[in-house]
């Protein structure tokens, strides 16, 4: 059976200038980003291309967080982010902040909790951030 997965970014999006600009303003290097316009990449072949809609800065957690619960990959995206927290109040005033999860349930004996401490909390509330999770339950019914 696979494992459950947890991934969680912290998204920018709805700005109008280049991820190149935002990376400046923060003062930090993304893990990735792209450009309104730009296609998607895709390993399934399509008859027709996917365009962005919209510009896109995004932080993954450390490797070695990756594999973590919620609280844990949060942490180490804040660790990453560090003293720099306070450059987000100079974004652009549309810019949208989500820090995004994503739990994708394969075995149902083992649920992954959902948990965010206080630290965690003040500090999306400081850099204006939405918090979104998204749960996948991919299990397979029990044959009748």
């Given at each position: 059976m696979k494992q459950?997965e947890?991934?969680?970014?912290?998204?920018i999006?709805d700005?109008?200038?280049?991820?190149?600009e935002?990376?400046?303003?923060?003062?930090l290097?993304?893990?990735g980003g792209?450009?309104?316009g730009?296609?998607v990449e895709?390993?399934?072949?399509?008859?027709?291309?996917?365009?962005?809609?919209?510009?896109c800065?995004f932080?993954?957690?450390k490797?070695?967080?990756?594999n973590?619960?919620?609280?844990e990959q949060s942490?180490s995206?804040?660790q990453?982010?560090?003293?720099?927290?306070?450059?987000?109040?100079?974004?652009p005033?549309?810019?949208?902040?989500e820090?995004?999860?994503?739990?994708?349930i394969y075995d149902q004996?083992?649920m992954p909790?959902i948990?965010l401490?206080?630290?965690?909390?003040?500090?999306l509330a400081?850099i204006?951030s939405?918090?979104?999770l998204?749960l996948?339950c991919l299990?397979?019914?029990?044959?009748k």
């Amino acid at each position: 059976m696979k494992q459950n997965e947890i991934t969680v970014e912290l998204l920018i999006t709805d700005f109008q200038c280049s991820p190149e600009e935002i990376s400046k303003i923060l003062d930090l290097s993304p893990s990735g980003g792209w450009e309104k316009g730009d296609i998607v990449e895709s390993v399934v072949p399509r008859s027709r291309k996917i365009i962005r809609k919209e510009n896109c800065w995004f932080l993954e957690p450390k490797p070695e967080s990756k594999n973590g619960s919620i609280e844990e990959q949060s942490k180490s995206i804040f660790q990453i982010i560090g003293s720099k927290i306070k450059n987000f109040k100079n974004l652009p005033l549309n810019a949208y902040i989500e820090l995004s999860c994503c739990m994708y349930i394969y075995d149902q004996n083992i649920m992954p909790e959902i948990h965010l401490n206080n630290k965690i909390t003040k500090n999306l509330a400081l850099i204006n951030s939405e918090f979104d999770l998204d749960l996948y339950c991919l299990t397979q019914l029990p044959k009748k």
